[in-house]
């Protein structure tokens, strides 16, 4: 059999400069997509018939479309740190009557006069404190059982005073729910030198709620806690001059483009920029035989180096 007689690279050709510029164009996108396609050994092949010029034509091209990722790049610059939550506790529970116990994965709080006496829950985590244009970020699913009446509740990023004792922390609160002294919610900053618990409304609150009001009973029924699941989130961001932006939402799961609350407000001057707890009140009118705690994350944004 004769074997086909394999054509030899002519080493005398020598393109035109409009030649090369024209191949340079072609070879830029083409030889990527043959990178994806063809195995090493055929790209040998089909190199051994180009000729010289146009391969050195062709290796400055893709080394041109190739460049390594740039130090400080933007893929550095969002990186996200987690941090661990933990010491869940029933504030003013010494006795742990009320949990909390652990279900399937969620942090419940519960038992005999839970729904009376309950006061908050509080968890926290290692103390952070943010540098201009970081961000703190908590989201949980929280679900209610047993519900009897309408009533608010009450969510937080704060800077605690003490680990057992509920009076004294400085931070953010966001009410949720229905009451009647409150139709349009409210997200509350501390003052600095803060007596109350960290459920309380203050004298400084930076906005009110985004969705429609609560003005009649009816209404107030529409944006009330009932029993189910709920998505909640909360962030913290230092803008510069010292001030923090602070956005918070809590819609139920089952419908989450209907949010109960949503507020989007700025504090000018903040009681502090570190902070190590998590505050969640449901008393005050919102009687709950039990609460449970699912997915609770806290994350810095972006991470400093």
């Known amino acids: 059999m004769v074997r086909p007689e394999v054509p030899q690279p002519n080493h005398n050709f020598k393109p035109t400069e409009k030649q090369l510029r024209r191949n340079e164009g072609r070879f830029a996108g083409g030889f990527h997509f043959l990178i994806c396609v063809i195995s090493f050994n055929d790209i040998l092949s089909t190199m051994n018939f180009l000729p010289s010029p146009i391969l050195l034509a062709l290796i400055a091209t893709t080394s041109l479309f190739a460049q390594p990722p740039q130090p400080g790049s933007q893929i550095a610059a969002t990186k996200t740190s987690r941090l661990p939550v933990s010491d869940w506790m029933s504030m003013g529970d010494n006795e742990k009557k009320f949990g909390p116990t652990e279900s399937s994965g969620a942090i419940v709080f519960s038992g005999e006069g839970f729904a009376e006496k309950g006061r908050g829950v509080a968890a926290f985590f290692p103390e952070t404190t943010l540098a201009e244009g970081q961000s703190l970020t908590v989201t949980a699913r929280v679900t209610f059982s047993g519900v009897h009446s309408f009533g608010l509740f009450k969510f937080g990023i704060f800077q605690s005073a003490s680990r057992t004792k509920d009076a004294g922390w400085v931070g953010y609160c966001a009410f949720a729910g229905s009451e009647k002294f409150f139709p349009k919610g409210g997200l509350f900053a501390s003052a600095a030198g803060n007596k109350k618990y960290f459920g309380s409304q203050t004298e400084k609150i930076i906005a009110e709620s985004t969705t429609p009001q609560r003005t009649s ?89």
């Open 217 to 305: 009973k009816d209404e107030r029924f529409l944006y009330n806690i009932k029993d189910g699941e709920y998505m909640v989130q909360m962030s913290l961001t230092l803008l510069t001059g010292n001030k923090i932006a602070c956005k918070f939402e809590m819609a139920p799961e089952s419908n989450p483009g209907a949010p109960l609350a949503s507020y989007d407000g700025v504090d000018d001057a903040p009681s502090a920029t570190a902070f190590d707890a998590l505050g969640f009140a449901f008393h005050q009118g919102l009687s709950t035989d039990s609460v449970e705690f699912r997915d609770v994350v806290v994350e810095v944004s972006p991470t400093q180096k």
